[in-house]
């Protein structure tokens, strides 16, 4: 491999001239090895294999001539999910005006048991996610997951509060 | 009883191969390897099921940290410095050659246009340090919305990824949101960290 043929084969020396020693050329490879696999320790260990991930949203376009005016859902398939503070949930199905609120959380068997309920049960079920002032980022997040978790296509995120709902959820 | 006679064998063994896998592998790793880009700000992201992946480059991020300041920063030296001259140009502010080669290898920052030529003069390790007062979003003074705008122009390919702590309060991710959609921005990314999916 890395040693040369040093041995002679054949030829012979000839007479009279003057024999010289050959030094093996086989050199001592292990210190390289060492350091190859130092590096490639290295290497491992900064190399950041997985990019981060995202989650794609899509906002509708705001048309300042239509102010107001969004896309009608029949109360029957909507389900109105507000999120409140300390990771609570406040939820409606219908018309925010006669309809029951509830109380619920981010758990599997709060929100997620719930939903999966509403999707079985209704068809085309529209979500309405309203995070309230008080709500954080994670709420939202959370939220959002849940709907590609459960597998509903159609969803907004809505930031206007009527003022019902703020009253509605203040007793709750 | 005659002895028998074992053969000493060298206990040589030839380097040549294991070298030979070991650089093989340090080319791969040092040829796929990227460096992560240094954060200005540590930001814990929430957790989703969502496995789209990040595209490696053309990525403008907003960075939202528990507190609610704004960073933002776009990658790409040579779009860093077209950038800064678009704005440099609206808001009237001459940078030098020196504040614009400081700002090309920004990963991201958070102060306002006004006090930026400020924050490139400083040395590096100072920039590290001092906290950042963050990117004003209000509606009377937004400069996220110029910065976004600016942007688009410098390089229209930028695809937009909020980076926000989970903990950030609501109002100012509502905020972002606002201004990206008022600059006619409709699509983009939330970063989150993977989480398994949960049967249902």
Redesign the interface.
Known sequence: ??ELDTSQKGGGHKKGKKKTKKASTRV???P??DL??L??TF??L???F?????????????DPTEQGKGQDTKASQTVTII?GENNKVFWFKGLPDTANYSTTDYS?KGL?SIL?DMNKTTKDLVCIIK????????????A??EM???GIKRYA?V?DFIPIETEKIKNL | MPKVKVPRKSTNVDMTAMCDVAFLLLTFFMLTTKFKADEPVVVQTPKSISEIKLPDNNIMSITITKDGRVYYGVDGKYNREKLLKKISDKYKIQFTEDETYAFSLTSAFGVPIQKLKLYLDLTPLERQNIQQPGIPIDSTNNELGDWIMQGRLANPQYSIAIRGDGDCPYPVIKKVIATLQAKNVNKFNLITNLEAKPKI
């Open positions: 491999m890395a001592d490879l292990t390289m090895v190859g696999f590096l490639v290497f491992m900064t190399t950041t997985s990019k981060p991930q995202t989650m794609e949203i899509n906002m509708p376009v705001k999120l599997a997620r999966v995070p309230t002032d008080k709500s954080n980022y994670r709420n939202v997040v959370d959002l997951d590609s978790i459960i995120l930031s």
